[in-house]
């Protein structure tokens, strides 16, 4: 069984540190994944956007993970650090997918029939994924955040977008967010959504179906936010880069 992450240093003396400290979350889930590779490209972008510079060539980071996991927290925090779009599935997609779960016979906020899973959701992702390429082919780098569950299961898929995005010269990063149960339940009741009704009405049905030891089948890094704690960095990051006035 991994450990737990260890209590945060508080002592951050400088921006840089407090973002190389939170970054530090980012560790290799295999040994063909570079994270310090990964790390100086965001730190990097963080620099230049401060100072007014742009990246040379575009980068796409897929972070994904299970409902309440934190993977949102994590790549608003890597846009934020980086300047680059996110592009949020469910931002993207949910006013779309609710009305065509109507139109189908279903339920606007069902997201565990085989209705949605075999009929709507592939039309999500295939959304999302459109959106990155527009925005690649522009040269512009772009944060995907999806729970990417079934993407992530298949090395044939995780093959061609690495295949995909080799031929576009584009640096690829998958980041897979790693959390437990309790955590993400708190999460999942504290933003309320809609979607999330059944989860919370069958909790103990639903993690069931949750595979704590999944991990992405091709080079990817885990950031391990068991007990919150790399948000916990991420918003303490913030803070030294707000001049702590959050």
Known sequence: MESVPAAIDRSLP???????????????????????????????????????????GPSV??????????????AKFLGGLTG?????????????????LVALGGEAHDRSSALYREKVRPLE??????????????GISTI????????????EWMQRFQNRCRSKRVSVA??????????MREYIEFRGAARDAWKMESWDEYI??????????????????????AVAMVDEARDVLSGGDL
């Not at 998958?174 to 955590?183: F, G, K, N, Q």
Request: charged share 25%; hydrophobic share 40%.
């Open 14 to 56: 400088d921006q840089s540190q407090a973002v190389r400290q939170a970054l530090s979350s980012i560790r290799e889930g295999t040994a063909d994944a570079d994270g310090e590779a990964l790390r100086d490209r965001v730190v990097d972008a963080w620099r230049r956007r401060t100072t007014g510079g742009s990246m040379d």
């Open 84 to 100: 680059w779009p996110i592009l949020d599935k469910d931002s993207l997609t949910r006013p779309l997918v609710d009305q065509l």
């Open 174 to 183: 998958t980041i897979w967010v790693v959390c437990d149960p309790e955590s």
């Open 208 to 229: 069931a179906t949750v595979d704590l030891e999944l991990r992405p089948q091709g080079p990817h890094f885990v950031v391990d936010n068991r007990l919150g704690a």
């Open 125 to 138: 992702y295939r959304c999302l994924m459109e959106a990155a390429w527009d925005n690649v082919d522009c």
């Open 144 to 155: 995907l955040d999806a729970p990417f569950i079934s993407e992530f299961s298949q090395a």
């Open 61 to 74: 980071v897929l972070v994904g993970g299970f409902a309440g996991s934190g993977k949102s927290e994590f």
